[in-house]
């Protein structure tokens, strides 16, 4: 019979006394005694996901009872657990998903290596609660990590949100944007600026076809999918004011009684938040409920401010009617709720669903449970409003669209957004030079899984490439920790590296696809403590 330690450490350590055989890791941290064994197993992990996806994906959408069952409806049209992160299941953000993987391989691993005791070292309390309420073992814990209750800071966070926001519709209101000159046909949901740059075209979309196509631009949207401040926002209107393009203002629409309005959706749900967290949240024997309640305070923070944009909408399609309306993040508790005020209001306008980045067969993002999606019905309190078609970017991904439950999905003829790979040119490439692009949620674990290589290796050269919204703190603290003259943070455009590299590394990042298009060797990290999302995985599978 034999011990495993569970450790769960960020960091490296040393457990004085530590009397056992086996070790599985849950975070980039290891134990330095060399006599454990580790049994993390990243093909298994990742097998595991797919086996259990399924099932998965009915338990969450099993919560869209919880949510009627407290009233918790728009109008008593629309579930509010569709517009929930819950509901959307984001794996880059929250842990369930990957502690439901670890826990059921754990239980296989436990019983094929006759472990009989079970040290749990610095796991968090939620994989600790989760754990002893699903595998029969005698276990013991040592330093656990108690949840972060101020990660989302509930009413504070949402009176500081809807004042700037009655401040920026304020400021808004001051600007004269011209109206569309023509009939619109098309119309193109974006967020602006993120998605412009400095010039008129959106880096998703691409320049408009006709001139009946017309983006409808998204400002305030969550203060998640963008966030901008007043002073930062007046600056980007002043540059709308410039452009030469068709466009219409979604925040426009939306006064003091929709703020108002929002913020006492926040206030009534931040009273029911308590009511979520006491359901029953079991799946497969395991007690979830100490992730979910993460996950139940996300969504509250979410779900007012997306409500504050019904009116809006309903608006801008009453004045300008187009007869298809095509919009991305569709996956998302944002694009749901334009799907959901499409489909109640305005039934004959044709919904577009547009990809918005890499999909994987383990990416729960994109699965729906069965009978999850409305695809005829319009009884949104049991069912989600979907688009009427997706626009997919490669085949793969219509393969993915068509698994996870959508219909009519078609692969676009030119993606937009890799349209610079054409003119990256490789006749200097430099076997050397090893380009590492980070996605936004994997800093620390590539910088443990690389640091020994990096060292191991002076005379190669690392460029480590961050995702746009990685904190500058965060990348200093990356390079720092690393202390190697042979890594050095990549500032320029992506092409550049691009054209000289002789190797990419990522975990999920959409830059190993682009690489792999380019025909550039590309080392996806297995993460063995972590499920992998990257479409990579499918492609390098078949």
């Not at 969504?299 to 399609?317: K, N, Q, Y």
Request: net charge negative.
């Amino acid at each position: 019979m034999a011990t495993l330690c569970i450790y769960g450490k960020q960091e490296t350590g040393r457990l004085e006394g530590l009397d056992a055989e086996f070790v599985y890791y849950l975070a980039s941290g290891r134990l330095e005694q060399e006599q454990a064994r580790e049994l993390n197993d990243a093909s298994r992990l990742n097998a595991t996901a797919l086996a259990i996806r399924d099932d998965y994906c009915s338990f969450i959408f099993s919560a869209n009872g919880y949510f009627k069952d407290l009233g918790l409806t728009y109008q008593n049209r629309l579930s509010l657990y569709f517009l929930s992160d819950l509901a959307v299941k984001r794996m880059e953000v929250f842990e369930t998903f990957d502690a439901a993987c670890h826990i059921t391989l754990l239980k296989e691993l436990i019983s094929e290596n006759a472990i009989d005791r079970v040290l749990l070292y610095g796991c968090t309390s939620e994989f600790v609660r989760a754990f002893k309420s699903g595998v029969d073992i005698q276990t013991s814990e040592s330093e656990t990590v108690m949840a972060d209750s101020s990660r989302f800071k509930g009413i504070r966070t949402q009176l500081r949100f809807f004042l700037a926001a009655f401040i920026k519709v304020l400021l808004l209101k001051s600007f004269n944007f011209p109206a569309p000159k023509k009939p619109v046909k098309r119309l193109f949901l974006t967020r602006y600026p993120r998605q412009f740059g400095t010039g008129s075209i959106d880096i998703k979309y691409g320049p408009l076809k006709n001139d009946s196509d017309c983006h409808l631009l998204s400002v305030l949207t969550d203060g998640l999918h963008q966030k901008i401040g007043i002073l930062a926002m007046f600056r980007a209107m002043r540059r709308l004011e410039k452009l030469d393009m068709s466009y219409l203002v979604l925040d426009r629409g939306i006064g003091l009684r929709e703020v108002l309005a929002g913020f006492f959706w926040a206030l009534r749900l931040e009273r029911a938040k308590s009511g979520l967290k006491e359901c029953d949240y079991s799946f497969k024997s395991l007690d979830l409920g100490g992730y979910m309640a993460l996950e139940i305070d996300l969504s509250m923070l979410r779900i007012p401010r997306l409500l504050m944009h019904v009116d809006a909408v309903r608006e801008a399609l009453e004045s300008h009617p187009p007869a298809e309306f095509v919009y991305y993040l569709h996956e998302f508790g944002y694009g749901r709720l334009f799907a959901f005020v499409i489909k109640e209001y305005f039934p004959d306008i044709r919904l577009t669903g547009f990809q918005h980045g890499p999909s994987a067969r383990t990416r729960l993002l994109y699965y729906l449970a069965e009978n999850e999606p409305a695809h005829d019905s319009r009884d949104f309190l049991n069912h989600l409003p979907v688009p009427d078609r997706v626009l997919a970017e490669d085949e793969l991904s219509m393969k993915v669209y068509l698994e996870a439950g959508y219909r009519n999905v078609e692969v676009v003829e030119d993606v937009y957004r890799l349209s610079y790979l054409k003119d990256i040119k490789r006749d200097n490439v430099q076997p050397e030079t090893v380009l590492i692009a980070f996605s936004q949620h994997d800093v620390d674990l590539v910088v443990e899984a690389m640091r020994d290589e990096i060292a191991a290796n002076p005379k190669k050269k690392y460029l480590f490439k961050f995702h746009p919204k990685t904190r500058p703190d965060e990348r200093q603290k990356a390079m720092a920790s690393l202390g190697a003259d042979n890594a050095v943070l990549a500032e320029e455009d992506i092409y550049r590296y691009l054209a000289v590299a002789g190797e990419v590394v990522v975990t999920y990042s959409s830059v190993g696809l682009e690489a792999h298009v380019l025909g550039i060797p590309v080392r996806l990290l297995a993460i063995p403590n972590k499920v992998s999302i990257s479409p990579l995985v499918d492609i390098y599978a078949d």
